[in-house]
């Protein structure tokens, strides 16, 4: 349910409560002055992730070096902290040299051994871009190196709360 529907079910709630008691009470109720509180408390928070390019371009790949680092940014338009989990979605053991970073980690991780992290945004209709950098080293890749390689990076998100 999205905060729009919560509080509008909430102000049916508030309004059925004051116009349900007034329709069956007897007249000992009516003037009694006694007013019914109710507390609410909402808990939706959203989480709204958008990747901004589309692909990142490595350039050239070659055995025992480590390739140019790329940038790409994620936004956070949601309501809550996001934690960022990249995977590489390749069977081919070339990406498991893939290795990411932020300015918000000490250097480079491999992929797998990474969480990023997004802040919310500072307003409810703003929001947060963090910049990442990726590159694929391959000092110690023994296997081949051939063709145009590319492969999918799946981002899992999760709150930070």
Do not use: H
């Amino acid at each position: 349910m999205s905060r729009k529907e919560a509080i509008f079910v909430i102000f049916l709630l508030v309004c059925l409560l004051g116009i349900i008691p007034n329709i069956k009470a007897d007249d000992k109720w009516k003037d009694s002055g006694e007013k019914l509180g109710v507390k609410v408390t909402i808990e939706e928070q959203e989480l709204k992730i958008k990747i901004v390019e589309e692909y990142v371009d490595l350039g050239e790949i070659t055995k025992r070096y480590i390739t140019n680092s790329s940038f790409f940014n994620i936004t956070n338009k949601g309501t809550v902290d996001a934690l960022i989990q990249p995977v590489v979605d390749s069977s081919d053991e070339i990406f498991s040299n893939l290795m990411i970073s932020s300015k918000k980690t000490s250097g480079y991780n491999l992929t797998k051994n990474f969480i990023g992290k997004v802040p919310k945004s500072s307003t409810y209709k703003e929001e947060n871009t963090e910049s990442f950098w990726i590159k694929l080293n391959l000092t110690e890749y023994e296997g081949n190196v051939t063709g145009d390689l590319s492969t999918d990076i799946i981002f899992y998100v999760m709150s930070d709360d």
